[in-house]
């Protein structure tokens, strides 16, 4: 069975931070490179962060020194720290592999998490 449960989205000013979790099957943890991506109304899904089963990661340059991603391997659990939130951080944040998973030749994703930054 695939899991991907994310949480944590909420409305936060400006300069505020936020945690977003996301509960991943094991099945799906342990061999994967996961990352955290943006849904942004009227624009492509984008990947913003990534992390290697080495913990090794990588992020796109407009959060490069605000976000930090992190996994948890106990937990089979994928985090993404959020600071200095900026307007143009709102949207919804899904959490999955990279490149995304398909299952049964359809793309698959969780219900994602509502990020709202606004004063």
């Known amino acids: 069975q695939v899991q991907l449960v994310e949480s944590g989205g909420d409305l936060v000013q400006p300069g505020g931070s936020l945690r977003l979790s996301c509960k991943v099957s094991?099945?799906?943890?342990?061999?994967?490179?996961m990352g955290w991506y943006r849904q942004v109304p009227g624009k492509a899904r984008e990947l913003v962060a990534r992390?290697?089963?080495?913990?090794?990661?990588n992020y796109v340059d407009s959060v490069k020194g605000r976000f930090t991603i992190s996994r948890d391997t106990a937990k089979t659990s994928v985090y993404l720290q959020m600071n200095s939130l900026k307007t143009d951080d709102t949207g919804v944040y899904y959490c999955?592999?990279?490149?995304?998973?398909?299952?049964?030749?359809?793309?698959?994703w969780g219900q994602g998490t509502q990020v709202t930054v606004s004063s």
């Open positions: 094991e099945n799906i943890f342990g061999s994967n490179t």
């Open positions: 999955n592999t990279v490149p995304g998973l398909i299952i049964r030749s359809r793309p698959y």
């Open positions: 992390i290697t089963t080495g913990s090794l990661t």
